[in-house]
Nanobody, 120 residues
Framework: VQLTESGPGLVKPGQTLSLTCTVS??????????WTWIRQPPGKGPEWMGA???????YYSPSLKSRTSISRDTSKNQFSLHVTSVTPEDTGVYYC?????????????WGQGTQVTVSS
């Protein structure tokens, strides 16, 4: 499976961060997979943000739930992340990944990542 993140690299404070993950090699409606978003702030470890299952169930990190939404477009085999009211603390590298549960999978299941900087 191959995952590729896309979206703007620079977002202003207070705006919404929107990223899309394009998946190839397997359908995102596969019941065995959790399509996951992870982020890594500079100098910190990876943070699990949320996931959407093959059946469309969505799970969020409690710390981000109020600002985060995950959706999918099965016709394009894509899933997306939106984070509202961003601050500089949302700066980091954002990854999409394929996992078998609600946890961070090994790095070989991640996309290449995309840098997002929140700055005016």
């Amino acid at each position: 499976v191959q995952l590729t993140e896309s979206g703007p690299g620079l977002v202003k404070p207070g705006q919404t961060l929107s990223l899309t993950c394009t998946v190839s090699g397997v359908s995102i409606t596969n019941d065995y997979d959790y399509w996951t978003w992870i982020r890594q702030p500079p100098g910190k470890g990876p943070e699990w943000m949320g996931a959407i299952t093959g059946s469309g169930s969505i799970y969020y990190s409690p710390s981000l739930k109020s600002r985060t939404s995950i959706s999918r477009d099965t016709s394009k085999n894509q899933f997306s992340l939106h984070v509202t009211s961003v601050t500089p603390e949302d700066t980091g590298v954002y990854y999409c990944a394929a996992s078998r549960d609600l946890s961070i999978p090994t790095a070989d299941s991640w996309g290449q990542g995309t840098q997002v900087t929140v700055s005016s």
